[in-house]
């Protein structure tokens, strides 16, 4: 696609403040890869925010839950890369005290938000559970003071709980797996339907270039993510980054999209979510 000056147009693109979405995005954040006419306006927002404006399709191109595409299918298409996606690993339930996981159901959790796709697939392991919405980097601080009995950990907590005295009750990834073979995902990228299939198609090709720029310039891509990383270690992030921005982040796979539309089926059928949901990928080609 061939866009003159004169016909420049700006993209909204929303992602959170974290150091994997900000390694992702290095190549475009940085102007690594040309851009042709197109110009991409970063807006950085919580994952709980993105969700919550995605309902709205307040942005282009946003990250999302996966658990959020079942309510906003209608106004967005996924595009077949960015996914944050976890093969036998994934969201972790952890607690003060020793806990199994069939004794979540007697018990408080504190969950990052009712629209995230951790939140989904505990739903999907026991729907019995109470939670309370509380923000992810607050989770662990909620368990260690006694106000919640066991905590759902997303993004960097996973790799440090255990530092912290805490107790692994459940690896959501490695329960998944041992159910399906397949990887549990967690988030990915969507782009509104409206942009036009010629528009949809050149920010699916640059997005994904950003990505294998970042893959291929990893030790650049991780300097620049550190800036976003919330005061981790350079080797925590590093860590961090390679489970959530992978081969699998550059092309979902046939398993891939089959777990997408799994997880999303399963919430369907267990309750969670109110309507079945076309999984619908933007076209590579």
Same mark, same amino acid.
């Given at each position: ?135 992810? %980097?607050?989770?662990? *601080?909620?368990?260690?003071? &006694?106000?919640?009995?066991?905590? !759902? +950990?997303?993004? #960097? $907590? ?88 992978? %081969?699998?982040?550059? *092309?979902?796979?046939?398993? &891939?999209?089959?777990?997408?539309? !799994? +997880?999303?089926? #399963? $919430? ?18």
């Amino acid at each position: 696609m061939m866009i003159t000056d004169t016909e420049r147009t700006t993209i909204t693109l929303a992602h959170s403040p974290d150091s994997d979405d900000a390694f992702m995005f290095y190549g475009l954040a940085t102007h690594k890869i040309d851009t042709g006419g197109l110009h991409f306006e970063h807006l950085l927002k919580d994952i709980q925010t993105l969700n919550e404006e995605a309902t709205r399709g307040t942005y282009d191109v946003t990250a999302i839950s996966f658990h959020a595409y079942a309510y906003v299918a209608d106004k967005y298409a996924l595009l077949p890369h960015g996914a944050s996606i976890g093969d036998n690993y994934g969201p972790i339930v952890v607690s003060r005290h020793p806990l199994t996981p069939e004794e979540l159901p007697r018990v408080y959790v504190a969950v990052p938000g009712t629209l995230t796709s951790a939140f989904l697939a505990l739903r999907i392991f026991n729907c019995e559970f109470q939670y309370k919405v509380v923000p992810f %980097d607050k989770i662990i *601080d909620e368990v260690l003071n &006694g106000e919640c009995h066991a905590g !759902l +950990l997303i993004h #960097e $907590g996973q790799l440090f709980y255990e530092s912290k005295g805490l107790h692994k009750v459940l690896d959501l990834g490695e329960w998944w797996h041992s159910r399906h073979g397949l990887p549990l995902p967690m988030g990915g990228n969507v782009i509104r339907r409206d942009l036009g299939q010629p528009l949809i198609k050149e920010v699916s090709r640059l997005l994904r270039e950003s990505i294998n720029y970042s893959l291929t310039h990893r030790e650049d891509a991780l300097q620049y993510a550190m800036q976003f990383a919330r005061d981790m270690e350079q080797d925590v992030a590093d860590r961090f980054v390679g489970m959530w921005v992978n %081969d699998l982040t550059l *092309d979902y796979t046939e398993r &891939g999209r089959e777990a997408v539309r !799994l +997880l999303l089926q #399963e $919430g369907y059928e267990k309750g969670v979510i109110p309507n079945q949901v076309q999984v619908d990928f933007v076209a590579e080609n």
